[in-house]
C-alpha cells in the first residue's frame, strides 16, 4: 500500500510539471502575441487621426500637422524596384547554380560559406560597404540606386536560401525525365525544375523584400537626406525616348527614415506621424509576409509528387 | 547526300553546347557575388581602418575609457561604446533565450498540430516588424511603462531598448530551437516514453540534449542579431557614448554610434568619416565569430541523425 503512494505521488506530480510546463509554453506564446498587439494598438492609437488622404499626399514640413509621407512612400517603393530589379536575377541565379550546376568543390563551399556568413552580418555594415564602396568609390551618391543595390545586396542571402529550398523540393524523377526526352541541363532546369519551384521562390522574394522594405540602418548610413520635398523624376517623359533614368540618381527619402527623424523630435506632434508612418509601414510588411504565408500554405497543400 | 544533315546536327549539337556553357557561365558568376560582396566588406572596413590607426594607435582604441572623436580633445576608447552593446544584447538575451527556449519546447513536443499552425505564422509577423518601428515602440511605450514601475528611469535608456530587442529575436530562437529539436528522431522520444518518462521530462532529459549543438547555435545566431541591431538601440537608448554596464543609464552602441555620425555630415575623409569603419569593423569581426561559430553547431546537428 505504502509503495503504489508514493509511486502514485509521483505520477501525479510528474503530471502536474507536465501541466505546469504547457502553462509556461502557452505563457510564452501570449507574451509575444501581445507584444504584437500592444505594438499595434500603441501605433493605432496614437497615428490613427493623422492617417487622411492627404498625409499620403503631402510632403515632409516643419509643421507636424502639415507633413506627409509622399516623398517618403515613392522614394520606398523607387528602392524596392531597385533592390528586387537587382536581387531577384542574381539571387534566383544563384540558387540555380548551387542546386543545379556546382560540383562538390572549394569554391563551392566558399560560396555556401560566404552565403551563410553573409546572412548574419548586421545590415549597418551593409551601410558602411555602400558607403565606401557606392557612394565615394563609384560616386553613385546618396540616391535612389546606391540604397536599391545596398539593399539588393543585403536580401541576397534571403532569396538563395529560398531559391535554394524551392528546387530541392522538386523530386529528382522530373531532372531524369527530362533528361531522358534529350533535355539539356538548361532546359530540364528552366522548363521543368524552374516552373514548379517558382511559388517558393516568390515566398522568398516576397519575405525578401518585406525585410528590405522596413530595413533602416543601412540607408541612414550612405547618408539619406531625411528632408526632402520633391519627387525623383518621372521614369517616363514627353519626349523622346520617352524613358528617362534620371529617378536613379535622384536623391530620396524613404518610409523608414522618415519614421526614424519624426521620432528623433521632441515635439509630440511628430511623434503622432511617426506613429501613422510605423502603421503604415507595418501593414505593408505585414501584407507582404501574409501573402508569403498564404503562398507557401497553398504550395504545400498543391503539390503531391 | 546522308553527311549534310549530319554535319549539320553536329553543328547544331557544338552550338548547343556553346549556350548551355554559357548560360553555366553566366550562372556561377551571380554565384560569386555574394563573395564579391564579402571581399567588399572586408576590403572597405580595413582599408578605412588601416587610415584610421595609422592616427590613432590600437591599444589607445582598445584601453582608452574616453570615446570623444569629434571634441577637439579626442579619445578612441571602443570599450565606450562596447559596454552599450554588451549591456543591450545581455537585456535582449536573458528575455530572448529563457522564452524562445520555452516556446520551442512547447511548440515541438507539447503543441498540437493546429497550435503550431496557429502559433507559427503569429511568431512570423513578429518577426517581419521593420525594427524602426520596435525601436520607436521601445521609446514610447515600454519607457513610459517602466517609468510607472521605476520613476527615475531616464527617457533614453538601455533597458527598455534591450526589452524590445529581446522581444524581437525570441521568434529568431525559436524557430532554430524548434528546427533542431524536430530534427530528432522519434525513436529516441519512444524510447523514453515506453521508460515510463512523462512529456516534460522526454522534452528535458532526452530532446533537449539530443538537440544541445542546434540550441547552441540558436542563442549564439541570437547574439549575433543583439549585437548588430541598430534602430532599437538608436532611437531608445540615446546616442551619448558612457561607459556603463548599468541598464538604467543611456549609452550610445557601436551600431548607433555609426547611425548618429552617418547622420551628420563629415567629410569624406576625416578621421571622424574613419572612426565609424573602425566601429564597423569591430562590430564584424565580433558577429563573423558568432556567425562561424553558429553555422559550424547548426552543420553539426543537421548531420548527427
Same mark, same amino acid.
Request: no cysteine; hydrophobic share 55%.
Given at each position: ?10 505520477? *501525479? ?38 492617417? %487622411? ?7 515632409? *514640413? ?53 552565403? %551563410? ?24 551618391? @546618396? ?22 529550398? @524551392? ?9 531524369? @525525365? ?55 523624376? *518621372? ?25 526614424? %527623424? ?39 497543400? %498543391?503539390?503531391?509528387? | 547526300? /546522308? &553527311? ?11 552550338? +548547343? ?9 553566366? =550562372? ?41 572623436? =569629434? ?36 511548440? /515541438?513536443?507539447?503543441? /498540437?498540430? +493546429?497550435?503550431?499552425?496557429? #502559433? ?40 527598455? !531598448? ?14 532554430? !530551437?524548434?528546427? !533542431?529539436? +524536430? ?27 539530443? !538537440?544541445?549543438?542546434?540550441?547552441? #547555435? ?31 543609464? &543611456? ?48 552543420? +553539426? ?5
Amino acid at each position: 500500500m505504502a509503495v503504489s503512494d508514493s509511486l502514485r505521488a509521483t505520477i *501525479s506530480r510528474a503530471k502536474r510539471n507536465d501541466l505546469i510546463f504547457v502553462a509556461l509554453g502557452i505563457a510564452a506564446l501570449l507574451f509575444a502575441a501581445s507584444t504584437f498587439v500592444a505594438l499595434f494598438l500603441d501605433m493605432v492609437g496614437d497615428g490613427l487621426s493623422r492617417l %487622411n488622404p492627404s498625409f499620403f499626399t503631402e510632403f515632409a *514640413s516643419r509643421r507636424a500637422e502639415r507633413a506627409g509621407i509622399l516623398a517618403a512612400w515613392v522614394g520606398t517603393f523607387a528602392v524596392m524596384l531597385v533592390t528586387a530589379l537587382v536581387a531577384v536575377p542574381i539571387g534566383v541565379a544563384s540558387g540555380i547554380y548551387l542546386e543545379e550546376y556546382a560540383p562538390k568543390n572549394k569554391l563551392t563551399a566558399l560560396i555556401e560559406i560566404n552565403i %551563410n556568413n553573409l546572412a548574419g552580418v548586421p545590415s549597418i555594415v551593409y551601410g558602411l560597404l555602400a558607403l565606401g564602396l557606392f557612394v565615394h568609390t563609384f560616386g553613385l551618391g @546618396a540616391s535612389v540606386q546606391t540604397a536599391g543595390l545596398t539593399l539588393a545586396l543585403l536580401i541576397l542571402p534571403v532569396v538563395i536560401v529560398a531559391t535554394r529550398e @524551392a528546387i530541392r523540393a522538386v523530386p529528382g524523377s522530373i531532372r531524369e @525525365a527530362a533528361y531522358a526526352l534529350g533535355a539539356t541541363r538548361w532546359q530540364m532546369v528552366s522548363d521543368h525544375v524552374l516552373p514548379y519551384s517558382l511559388p517558393g521562390i516568390l515566398t522568398g522574394v516576397i519575405i525578401g523584400l518585406s525585410r528590405a522594405i522596413g530595413e533602416t540602418a543601412p540607408i541612414v548610413t550612405i547618408g539619406a537626406v531625411t528632408f526632402i520635398a520633391f519627387l525623383p523624376p *518621372s521614369p517616363v517623359t514627353s519626349s523622346p525616348p520617352f524613358l528617362s533614368f534620371d529617378w536613379l540618381a535622384s536623391p530620396f527619402t524613404a518610409m523608414p527614415i522618415q519614421i526614424f %527623424n519624426w521620432t528623433s523630435r521632441p515635439e509630440e506632434a511628430f511623434q503622432a506621424n511617426a506613429s501613422a508612418a510605423a502603421l503604415v509601414l507595418v501593414v505593408m510588411t505585414l501584407l507582404m509576409n501574409a501573402i508569403a504565408i498564404w503562398l507557401r500554405y497553398r504550395l504545400r497543400r %498543391n503539390l503531391n509528387w | 547526300m /546522308s &553527311q549534310a544533315p549530319a554535319a549539320g546536327r553536329l553543328a547544331h549539337r557544338r552550338s +548547343r553546347h556553346i549556350r548551355e556553357r554559357i548560360i553555366e557561365l553566366v =550562372l556561377l558568376s551571380s554565384a560569386l557575388v555574394a563573395v564579391a560582396t564579402t571581399i567588399g566588406i572586408v576590403f572597405i572596413l580595413v582599408k578605412e581602418s588601416i587610415s584610421f590607426f595609422s592616427q590613432v594607435s590600437i591599444i589607445d582604441f582598445l584601453t582608452d575609457r574616453e570615446w570623444t572623436p =569629434l571634441f577637439s580633445d579626442p579619445h578612441f576608447g571602443i570599450w565606450v561604446l562596447l559596454s552599450g552593446t554588451l549591456t543591450s544584447s545581455a537585456i535582449a538575451l536573458s528575455v530572448a533565450i529563457p522564452v524562445g527556449t520555452v516556446l520551442a519546447i512547447y511548440l /515541438s513536443e507539447f503543441a /498540437s498540430a +493546429r497550435m503550431r499552425e496557429t #502559433a507559427k505564422p503569429i511568431l512570423e509577423l513578429l518577426a517581419g516588424i521593420p525594427t524602426i518601428v520596435f525601436g520607436y515602440f521601445a521609446l514610447f511605450f515600454v519607457t513610459p511603462l517602466l517609468k510607472k514601475i521605476y520613476p527615475e528611469l531616464p527617457g533614453f535608456n538601455l533597458l527598455s !531598448a534591450g526589452l524590445v530587442m529581446g522581444v524581437m529575436i525570441v521568434p529568431y530562437i525559436s524557430s532554430i !530551437a524548434e528546427d !533542431a529539436m +524536430r530534427a530528432v528522431p522519434m525513436s529516441l522520444r519512444e524510447g523514453a516514453f515506453a521508460m515510463g518518462a512523462t512529456r516534460l521530462q522526454v522534452a528535458l532529459n532526452v530532446v533537449v540534449p539530443a !538537440a544541445f549543438s542546434g540550441l547552441a #547555435a540558436a542563442y549564439i545566431l541570437g547574439i549575433s542579431r543583439a549585437v548588430g541591431e541598430t534602430m532599437i538601440v538608436a532611437v531608445a537608448a540615446g546616442m551619448q557614448p558612457n561607459f556603463t554596464f548599468n541598464p538604467t543609464e &543611456q549609452a550610445a552602441t557601436i551600431t548607433a554610434y555609426i547611425v548618429q555620425v552617418a547622420k551628420g555630415d563629415l567629410p569624406h575623409g576625416s578621421v571622424g568619416y574613419q572612426t565609424i569603419f573602425a566601429a564597423g569593423l569591430t562590430l564584424f569581426l565580433l558577429t563573423l565569430v558568432f556567425n562561424l561559430l553558429g553555422y559550424y553547431l547548426r552543420k +553539426r546537428f543537421r548531420e548527427e541523425y
